[in-house]
């Protein structure tokens, strides 16, 4: 110990330059990300800003078991989360990689070029602007979705984000038209990389365009789909919680309330720190537990993997 | 060798086509509806008249929002934390990959499995917040720049592209009697161009499009961003501060959106191609 630490004065003069230019970055890790998470202490505290983290009274998982004993609302919450997230990654996960393939069946290479322009567009939307176009489209009394139902099929005006019913269904269809185009980029950059001798091959044997996509360009594309799955995983628990925040009202709590809005009410709105972080706290360990536990399964069967 | 289409393989061609002209038109729709309805009179719009052109052509909406003066507060700041944050982004993030990119620097390794166990886990929304309250942060520009300072990925994507760059060049450097910096600035970032544009992109539409921060960071009305003032028209049905007028309520939201999207879908076409290029190193070497 004695003589490394005797040899690494010397190693940090000569590149001091080097370290010197890094500095900023590692502060920039020490103070925003470093710091908050020894400030996770205070989820194990009756945190107050005024006695600070060293002062504050320890009281163990006083709000762990006040989470899941006394909030009425704490099954509903983990509920929401998990259901939301669940139908995102059955529904969403799979939408660009079906496109993927469709972009990549189209002959006509300026079609091609512009449907995918055209496609990734809606990403760069923000999320306010998305939550504000559903609002004002599915408004019951002026919005154009109802107009529009009520004119082709003579539908009495639908409280599209008043009624629990719909939310899930707003969300993760936003979700995919928001993200389908942007989201092929990486899988047609992987069908990109097949060797297109293998195409031509199957030709040779025979094979339909059907089977071609099915045997040579899906399995092409299955490591793009691992690595992506895992880091969808790795979001588990905090996807999209920012457009929830917008999107939902007191009418739609049933469904839409999930872990991270409730965190925000609690936290930030009513300053109920060490309440607050416990339960935030609660949702990162089981996203991370899930996306260690996905990479490990993951690297096991296939060789790929994120670490 | 020319072997001929089946009859199955052709219908495939002409189903494909047409549902990527349905996709499209999903895709184009309700941007379109957007802009006709902000030039269309509030009535038509309110009572579903216009479904896709612009009926009863007024300008009234954008009229009012070019009076506004909060309107026009909120695209300055939004327009001084984007360009803050991109030039120190980019700044920071290039300062500390390049020596990253070393291979033979001692303690390297341990500084990227410092910022690689930051995508795993963090402390959360609480006590980051609680982190820039303590450093007074609450209510300034800083609260906005600096807890988004450095990405990871971006981190990782301009480390990979400085290991990339031939070593011969930033030797020929040093021996002429560059420093470190020197050689960042005048070798090494001139030669990184197109790495340095899209992360640069990437970083200005975040900024441009985030909310949050601002959400939980700012009280102060006139700090508030373009997007906290869409947010507070559109969804949270506040009225433009200061106007009374009721009229042009529906349009208003539109015309609000088009403004704050603008400049985004204008540059559009010419940052597409970085964009594109961005998401594949990326996300494909993570």
Known sequence: MLTSGRRLLPVLRKHRALYLLMLPGILYYIIFKYVPMYGIIIAFQDYSVGKGILGSKFVGFKHFVEFFYVTPDAWKLIRNTVLLNVYDLLFHFPAPILLAILFHEIRITWFKRLVQSISYMPHFLSTVVIAGILVTFLSPSTGVVNHALERLFGLEPIMFLGEPGWFRTIYVGSEIWQKIGWGTILYLAAISGIDPTLYEAAKMDGASRFQQVRHITLVGMVPVMIVLFVLTLGHFMEIGFQKILLLYNSMNYETSDVINTFVYRRGILDADFSFATAVGLFQSVIGLILVVTANRIVRKHSGTSLW | ?286
Request: proline share 5%; aromatic share 12%.
């Open chain 2, 1 to 286: 060798m020319k072997i001929k289409e089946s009859f199955g393989s052709r219908l495939f061609d002409a189903a494909n086509i047409l549902f990527m002209l349905l996709l499209m038109a999903v895709m184009v729709y309700p941007m379109l509806y957007v802009i006709s309805a902000s030039v269309s009179s509030n009535a038509l719009v309110a009572s579903g008249a216009v479904l896709l052109w612009p009926k009863g052509l007024t300008t009234a909406a954008y009229d009012q929002l070019v009076g506004n003066r909060d309107v026009w507060i909120s695209y300055w700041n939004t327009i001084r934390y984007t360009a803050v944050q991109v030039a120190l982004t980019l700044l920071v993030t290039a300062a500390m990959a390049y020596p990253l990119s070393k291979k033979w620097l001692p303690g390297r390794r341990p500084i990227l499995l410092m910022a690689a166990f930051t995508l795993l886990f963090g402390g959360g929304m609480i006590p980051t917040f609680l982190v820039v309250q303590k450093l007074g942060l609450l209510d300034s520009i800083w609260a906005i720049v600096l807890p988004s300072l450095v990405s990871t990925w971006y981190l990782f994507i301009m480390r990979t592209f400085f290991e990339a760059l031939p070593e011969e060049l930033e030797d020929a450097a040093t021996i002429d009697g560059c420093n470190p910096l020197q050689v960042l600035l005048r070798v090494v970032l001139p030669l990184s161009m197109p790495v340095m544009a899209t992360i640069g992109l990437f970083t200005a539409v975040n900024q441009w499009n985030s909310f949050f921060d601002a959400l939980i960071y700012l009280n102060d009305r006139s700090l508030y961003p373009l997007q906290i003032m869409l947010r507070n028209i559109l969804i949270a049905g506040e009225t433009v501060q200061g106007e009374g007028d009721l009229t042009h309520l529906e349009t208003l939201k539109y015309a609000m959106i088009v403004i704050a999207t603008l400049p985004i879908l204008c540059v559009y076409p010419f940052i597409q191609k970085y964009f594109v290029q961005g998401a594949m190193i990326g996300g494909v070497k993570g």
